[in-house]
């Protein structure tokens, strides 16, 4: 059984930062790509970021410069640091990887289950 576990969410004012982590256990063989996703209310799920196993990232337009997504392969384990939050960044955050399981080697994509984060004045 292999797992994603977020934390880190919250409530915060536009200008702030927030830190989120998502970390995989279970009977993991390798991890490839890991990403966070987001989903505002009444909209679709988008992809915020992306990271590759040898650590090559990419963003969405609308958190360059913002949000820096990085992991720790010891850990199983992928961060995403958000500054100057905004109003429009409230969503529910997903964690997101294609792992590797032990059992047959078989690559299968998890999810997590989702952190809130809020940004308002």
């Known amino acids: 059984q292999v797992q994603l576990v977020e934390s880190g969410g919250g409530l915060v004012q536009p200008g702030e930062s927030l830190r989120l982590s998502c970390a995989a256990s279970?009977?993991?063989?390798?991890?490839?790509?890991m990403a966070w996703y987001r989903q505002a209310p009444g909209k679709e799920r988008e992809l915020v970021a992306v990271i590759t196993s040898g650590g090559n990232t990419n963003y969405a337009d609308s958190v360059k410069g913002r949000f820096t997504i990085s992991r720790d392969n010891a850990k199983n384990t992928v961060y995403l640091q958000m500054d100057s939050l905004k109003p429009d960044d409230t969503a529910v955050y997903y964690c997101?990887?294609?792992?590797?399981?032990?059992?047959?080697?078989?690559?299968?994509?998890?999810w997590g289950q989702g952190t809130q984060v809020t940004v308002s004045s």
């Open positions: 279970g009977r993991i063989f390798g991890i490839n790509d």
């Open positions: 997101n990887a294609e792992i590797i399981v032990s059992l047959n080697l078989r690559r299968n994509d998890y």
